[in-house]
C-alpha cells in the first residue's frame, strides 16, 4: 500500500463516490442508467427481478485483523451474487453502501473497491449505485444485488417435494475451518506479538472463509441440461440450518447420509489437527456460499455428470423428520446449529 494517506475528509461525500466508483464500465444491456444519478434506472426486457441485500459489519461478520480489505470487498459482493444463483437467476446490478470511521484513508478504500471491481468485472454485474457515510467506529458494508429471471422460472426454499434428491455443490466446512485457524492464529498473537503466523499448508482452508466464489457455473449446468430445481438455497450458515429450512418451508423431512457430504481432503486433516470432526464443520459451520437444491428423481442420471456435485440424501414426509445417516447406520436429528458454532 502506498505510504501517502489521504483523509476522506479532504474529498467530501460526493467527491469520494466519484473518487471509488471512476473506473467501474457497464456490462450489461438493462442497466439504463448506473452510477451518478439521483438513481440507477434497470430495465430486465420482460424478465422478473430479484432482488436480495446482506449488511456486513466490522467485529460481527469480518475481522479485519485478518481480512485483506480487497478480499472484503470481493466477498461482500459474493455473498450477494450467491443468493440470486440460488433463486435459479442471473445477477445484474449491485449497490454498494458502506459506513467508515476516520480511522480508514482513503487508498484503504481504494483497496476495499478493488476487490468489488474485481468481483464485478467476473460475474459480469454492474455497480449503479450506494452511499458512503461516516461510521462511529467500525466497518459497515450493505450491499443490494439485482438480477433477472425468466417469467415463472425462480426456485424458492418452500417447493420441495417427497422423494425428490437433495444435491449440494461443491465442497463444506472448509470455510469454518478457515476461521478455526485465524482466529488461532489471532489469540497467539495478540498473547505473543513476536509470533509470526502459521498458515503453512492451509491455503485451501484460509481461501474458502477469505475469498468465496459464488456458483454461477452450476446455474449453468442447470439450464444446459434441462433441469430446474425444485427448491435451492445457498449454504451461508451450514448445511444442517439450511436443509432444515427447505424442509420446514416445503412441510417435508428429509434424509441425509454422512458418507455422502462432500469434505475435501484439505478439509479433513485441517479439522483432524484442531480435534474437530469434519462431518461436524461441514453441517454446522458457515460461509461455504456453496448451493443446496432439490431435483426430481429423474433427473438423477442427469447431475451425476457434474463432478460438482453431490447427491447426499432425498425428501421424506414430514412425520418422518430430518435425520442424519450416520456412517455406522444409525439416524440423528438434525438441528440448526449453523452460525451458532461460531458463538463460542
Given at each position: 500500500m502506498s505510504a501517502n494517506r489521504t483523509e476522506i475528509s479532504s474529498?467530501?461525500?460526493?467527491?469520494?463516490?466519484?473518487?471509488?466508483?471512476?473506473n467501474f464500465e457497464l456490462q450489461n444491456a438493462s442497466t439504463i442508467v448506473g452510477v451518478g444519478d439521483d438513481a440507477a434506472v434497470?430495465?430486465?426486457?420482460?424478465?422478473?427481478?430479484?432482488?436480495?441485500?446482506?449488511?456486513?459489519?466490522?467485529?460481527?461478520?469480518?475481522?479485519l485483523m485478518y481480512t485483506p480489505l480487497k478480499h472484503l470487498g470481493y466477498k461482500s459482493v459474493i455473498v450477494n451474487l450467491s443468493d440470486v444463483y440460488a433463486m435459479n437467476a442471473q445477477p445484474t446490478q449491485i449497490t454498494m453502501s458502506i459506513g467508515v470511521s476516520n480511522r480508514f484513508s482513503v487508498e484503504a478504500l481504494d483497496e476495499f473497491y478493488e476487490g468489488?471491481?474485481?468481483?464485478c468485472?467476473?460475474?459480469?454485474?454492474?455497480?449503479v449505485g450506494g452511499d458512503t457515510a461516516s461510521s462511529g467506529k467500525g466497518f459497515i458494508i450493505s450491499v443490494t444485488a439485482l438480477g433477472e429471471v425468466a417469467p415463472g422460472k425462480f426456485v424458492k426454499r418452500s417447493t420441495a417435494n417427497k422423494g425428490d434428491l437433495i444435491c449440494v455443490s461443491g465442497y463444506l466446512g472448509g470455510a469454518f475451518l478457515g476461521l478455526t485457524l485465524l482466529e488461532r492464529e489471532k489469540k497467539i498473537y495478540l498473547e505473543s506479538p513476536e509470533v509470526q503466523p502459521d498458515l503453512e499448508g492451509e491455503d485451501y482452508i484460509v481461501g474458502r472463509l477469505l475469498k468465496p466464489e459464488a456458483r454461477k457455473d452450476i446455474i449453468a449446468f442447470l439450464e444446459e441440461n434441462d433441469i430446474v430445481p425444485t427448491a435451492m438455497m445457498d449454504i451461508s450458515d451450514g448445511l444442517s440450518s439450511e436443509i432444515l429450512h427447505i424442509s420446514k418451508q416445503s412441510g417435508l423431512g428429509c434424509r441425509i447420509y454422512e458418507d455422502k457430504i462432500p469434505i475435501a481432503e484439505?478439509?479433513?486433516?485441517?479439522?483432524?489437527?484442531?480435534g474437530l470432526d469434519p462431518t461436524v464443520c461441514a453441517l454446522n459451520g458457515g460461509e461455504d456460499y456453496e448451493l443446496i437444491f432439490t431435483i426430481k428423481q429423474e433427473d438423477h442420471d442427469k447431475i451425476v455428470l457434474n463432478e460438482q456435485v453431490s447427491v447426499i440424501g432425498y425428501m421424506t414426509d414430514s412425520a418422518d423428520g430430518s435425520k442424519l445417516l450416520s456412517k455406522g447406520g444409525n439416524a440423528f436429528d438434525i438441528t440448526a446449529q449453523g452460525w451458532n458454532a461460531f458463538d463460542k
Open positions: 474529498l467530501g461525500e460526493f467527491g469520494l463516490v466519484d473518487h471509488l466508483t471512476r434497470v430495465d430486465h426486457f420482460g424478465k422478473q427481478t430479484v432482488i436480495t441485500t446482506d449488511l456486513l459489519i466490522e467485529n460481527v461478520h469480518f475481522d468489488v471491481y474485481a468481483a468485472e467476473k460475474y459480469g454485474v454492474d455497480l484439505e478439509a479433513k486433516q485441517a479439522a483432524f489437527k484442531f
